[in-house]
């Protein structure tokens, strides 16, 4: 029994422990990249929940015992930063945030770093969070526009290679009726979590009342009637493989495709002013 309390004593045994931590930050570096570009959906959140949860367990034991170790202060420290994003874009999904939380938190107090180092960095991520989250909160709920969203009907390609959904956004006025584009093959399923992607286009908006109907013709999608989208301008072959091709047509990538009406509002004055400079350039150059 004494040989085996020696060699978890030793230096070398901890420091390789205390590398384990690591482990549990990049997975919240993989989660905050997957919160940012994906949309969440856990196929089964109580496997999910039970299988992070005794994660966090075992990493929480292995920051207790190498607290010492100044790889554990550092990881400790990572965990604070890369959980933020994670609380605010995945807000509400409590099988990975709970666990994720009393981790990062537990972590922090229990690892061995200079005490005024330790305060200081506290009191900077204690206001990281609470002017971020203001900022975040005010961001999606003041700038951005409010709508109740209802898919209303949805299809594949014949190809397979892209999906369309029609949307119904209810808002204070009478609304909208919009239809988007979406690669249909980029969706990632990992057991009992699936990663949808946020890569979409907007191809057709009209204000309510309206009758929208779509029919795939090939690769061609019509929308009562009138061509909006073909396929084939994005997707290209390379080495007999198809793949997506996403640098024109206005597409977006990630979680903050909203509408900003302030941002509008910025966008629409700047080009009136650069525009009225062009027309006061032109004219002195003709003078």
Known sequence: MSDIKEILKNKWVVLGLSILNG??????CVFAYWVFLYRLEYTNIV????????FALLTGFLM??????????VFCMLNIVVFFPVLLMDWGNWGLLAPAFIVAIFGFFCCRMN?????????????????????????TTVFMVSTVDTVISKGESPSGDF???VLDQQNN???KTAVYIEPNMLDVELGFLKLNTTIKRLISQTNNPAVVECEWKGTL??????EYFNEEDFVTMKYGVRHYDFST???THTYFEMDYPFMKLVSSVTEAITDKLSERDEANGAA
């Not at 482990?23 to 919240?28: G, I």
């Not at 496997?47 to 005794?54: D, G, L, N």
Request: charged share 10%.
């Open 221 to 226: 999608l019509f929308i009562n009637g009138k």
């Open 249 to 251: 047509g206005n597409w």
């Open 173 to 175: 006025a009478s609304g």
């Open 23 to 28: 482990v549990f930050t990049a997975c919240l």
């Open 64 to 73: 207790f015992y190498t607290r010492k170790s100044p790889l554990t202060a």
């Open 115 to 139: 005490e005024t180092v330790k305060t200081v960095l506290g009191t900077i991520f204690l206001l990281v969070y609470i002017i971020g989250g203001i900022a975040f909160f005010l961001m």
């Open 163 to 165: 999906r369309y959904y």
């Open 47 to 54: 496997i999910f929940a039970a299988v992070y949860s005794v």
